[in-house]
């Protein structure tokens, strides 16, 4: 089955989210949605998610599933805003309480956070399967750029998240706490197993040199073909080296500060104060080189 997939670009963050339709109905799935957020001011706002919420209203839509590739370092969610007022399940990787438990330390959480996914509707496993309408969804753990990263494969679509980007741009960053360039390599081999003609839909795009547009699209084929970084024969050895070697000249996301904390909890934020005011955490020397 080929279903129906509209983009969405965040210019702020480079991030494309996803609407996957069932061509056959109106059922459909949204994946890796972006609640704005500025950090100077610290204020939230809801423009991104708002166009995607016109969309799905616009064509009729009845959304299914919310779902995130991985916990983001450099957007905030906004799936509990999507959820309020379309409905839907959120899911994630069941590594997510993994990514829990290592920055609950980070950010000196305490007890009270729940470090058992529990913030989520569904937590998903290696091989497991879901559907969005009539169509079937697969469930592939690909880990490396961070260790909950998940592959959704629907129908001739696979939605990779930052495991893979555009061919002409590369793959991921492993240098997160639990990321490892020995598994991405092995995550991306499992993705391109997958039939040349799948379609690969990637995460974000930073317009490689020598691009003038963004793009979010490619096939399995395209990827083997002509990725940067593992594409061709490409040996493992050499791919980590790589990896490793540019992963160590890479500054922190802007917005990996608030993004862990708000991600890891389902798009929710901390629990306000007695004077119902929330706040972020800012750690110092956790997450810088």
């Not at 279903?3 to 059922?27: C, E, H, L, Q, W």
């Not at 890479?250 to 608030?258: E, S």
Request: charged share 25%; net charge negative; glycine share 10%.
């Amino acid at each position: 089955m080929t279903p129906d997939v509209k983009a969405f670009f965040d210019t702020a963050t480079n991030t494309i989210s996803y609407v996957v339709r069932d061509p056959n109905g109106s059922s459909a799935a949204i994946i890796d949605s972006v609640l704005d957020f500025d950090y100077a001011s610290g204020t939230t706002d809801t423009a991104s998610a708002d166009e995607v919420i016109a969309y799905v209203k616009d064509q009729g839509l009845s959304v299914e599933w919310i779902l995130e590739t991985h916990v983001h370092a450099d957007h905030l969610s906004a799936a509990p805003y999507l959820q309020e007022r379309l409905g839907g399940k959120i899911g994630i990787g069941d590594q997510i309480k993994t990514v829990q438990d290592t920055f609950g330390k980070v950010f000196n959480e305490g007890t009270e956070f729940q470090r058992d996914g529990s913030q989520f509707d569904a937590l998903f496993k290696e091989g497991e399967a879901f559907h969005v309408g009539q169509m079937r969804g697969d469930v592939m753990h690909t880990p490396g750029h961070t260790p909950a990263c998940m592959t959704y494969v629907i129908g001739d679509a696979a939605f990779v998240g930052d495991t893979l980007f555009m061919p002409d741009f590369g793959t991921a960053r492993c240098d997160f706490p639990g990321g490892s360039a020995e598994n991405l390599y092995d995550s991306v081999q499992r993705i391109l197993s997958l039939p040349d003609a799948t379609r690969i839909f990637v995460g974000h795009d930073y317009c490689a040199p020598g691009r003038e547009d963004y793009a979010w699209e490619s096939t399995v084929a395209e990827q083997k073909a002509k990725n940067v970084h593992i594409g061709g024969d490409a040996s493992r050895e050499a791919f980590v080296k790589m990896r490793n070697d540019r992963d160590a000249t890479l500054a922190m996301p802007k917005l990996i500060v608030p993004s862990l904390q708000v991600n890891m909890r389902a798009g929710n934020m901390p629990e306000p104060d007695g004077q119902g005011d929330v706040f972020l955490k800012v750690p110092i020397n956790k997450l810088g080189k």
